[in-house]
Structures are given as C-alpha cells and as structure tokens.
C-alpha cells in the first residue's frame, strides 16, 4: 500500500521545523486541536472502532495555512498522541520532517473531502464488523430502529471502486457523497463529515448504531416497519445535526478516557 513519509517529534521540535526554506510554526490553535484529535483516536481505541494500523480521522488544523492532521502510519489508535500526529498539505505531504510515514491511501479519500466540502473540517473512516457488514448488503442501512429513523435521507452511498488510491476516484466520490454527512462506502466500510470533531464522531456514532441494531434484529427476525409520517418526523429531529449535543456527548467521553490515561496528551 503506498505512503509517504511524514513527521513525528516533540511539539517544541517541531515549531522551528522547515520544509525547504519555509519555517511552519506549530500555533496555539493548532497545539489545541491536535490534542483534541489524538483524545478522538483514543475513544475510538476504547470503543473498539480500531482495524490494526489502519483507517484514519482526520482533521484541518484553524488558520490560513491548508495543513491537516493524520494518524502517523504504524501506530495503532492507543498510541497516537498530540505530539505524534502528522501534519500533511492538500497532496498529502509532510509539511514538517520527522519519522513516521502516512497512508497515501487514507489521504486520498480525506483530501478531497476536506478541499471541496464546505465545512469539512474533520472526516472519520472506519472499518468496523457492523459497518462493513451493512456496507455489503444491497439494502444498505434499513430505517427500522431508533437511529435507523433519524438518519432517513441524511445517508449516502458511494459504490466500491477498490483501495482509493486513485485521484480520478475523488470526484465521483464527491458526486455520490452530495451535502450528505453520514456516508456508507459500499462492500468497505463507514464515513463521517462535520465541521468539527464532535460533530463528525456524532454522526459516526449514530450511523454505527444503527449498523450494530440493524445485524441484531434481523438475525433474531424481520425488522417491523416504521410508519412513514414517523419516520420523516424522526430524521427532522437527528442530534447529530445539533452542535451543543455533540459536544456534550465528546466531552463526556473525553472525561471517561481522561479517567483511564491522559497520555494522548503528550
């Protein structure tokens, strides 16, 4: 699978880091955001959203600069931390030296996400049992069950095209994904887009429980119906759409994982 090199050091190594003759400072914005983003890897570690080394979440870091943050390739999700988390440009390249490579392979689906979506400032990608399995059904996600409703019409779908690797993948995905946030990639895996971390696991969230309660219930029977006045009042009231609840729900978790080991931090 092909990568690119990318950095890992100490935050204070890193601020008078240069990429040919141009210094890129590590800001205070930037110190905040990445120890937001390695608390992300760590929930997702503690919730067992993990596939080896692989999948990432990724996030654009505040400011003029198009710089985003990438899990370091190699690492699992339980050490991935502030300082090791690789900052990268538009193409996926390194913008400070260090040691760690990155995944071209993640980047390519993440880049063009992040270039040509308003507001995606943040993009999660896993390949969780319940997420893969309803990725590789014709159905797709069933609109049964509690989170099943509210995420009626908020879902889109983008065919399988294997490892994206390939640029002229990135438009089409961009057509299939529309202004949607909660994206099944179809016979892979589940996406998620916000304009912030919260917001964006708060849609991964609600998409994998539906998965997880869809393979519940039809293995024990036929899903019952919904009633389709209750099914559109239900979509209209998604809590993923709602800032403040996300919020809440990722800091309540963040103090779960701050309980347990805050070594995400360093």
């Not at 204070?12 to 990429?19: F, G, L, P």
């Not at 393979?215 to 009633?227: C, D, N, S």
Request: charged share 20%.
């Amino acid at each position: 699978m092909p990568i690119l090199t990318g950095g890992t050091m100490s935050l204070r190594m890193q601020e008078t880091a240069r990429t040919g003759a141009s210094e890129i400072p590590i800001s205070s914005e930037e110190r905040a955001v990445r120890v937001e983003l390695a608390a992300c890897y760590r929930i997702f570690d503690m919730l067992g959203w993990t596939e080896l080394i692989f999948n990432h979440i990724t996030l654009r870091v505040p400011g003029p600069e198009r710089v985003f943050l990438i899990n370091p390739f190699g690492l699992h999700y339980g050490e991935v931390t502030a300082s090791n988390l690789v900052a990268v440009d538009t193409e996926g390249v390194p913008v400070r030296p260090g040691q760690h490579p990155i995944n071209r392979a993640g980047f390519v689906i993440h880049s063009a996400i992040h270039e040509n979506l308003p507001n995606a400032h943040c993009v999660m990608h896993t390949h969780t049992t319940a997420g893969s399995a309803v990725a590789g059904l014709a159905s797709g996600l069933l609109h049964d069950s509690f989170y099943g409703t509210i995420l009626n019409g908020h879902v889109a779908y983008h065919e399988f095209e294997g490892i994206t690797v390939r640029l002229e993948e990135q438009q089409r995905m961009l057509a299939s994904i529309g202004d949607k946030r909660a994206v099944i990639l179809r016979n892979h895996g589940l996406l998620s887009i916000g304009g912030s971390i919260p917001e964006a696991f708060m849609w991964l969230w609600t998409l994998q429980r539906a998965c997880e309660i869809q393979l519940a219930t039809t293995a024990a029977g036929a899903p019952r119906p919904v009633q389709p006045t209750v099914l559109e009042r239900a979509a209209r009231g998604i809590g993923a759409s709602e800032p403040v609840v996300s919020e809440m729900v990722f800091a309540a978790l963040r103090r779960k994982l701050d309980a347990v080991d805050k070594s995400y931090r360093e």
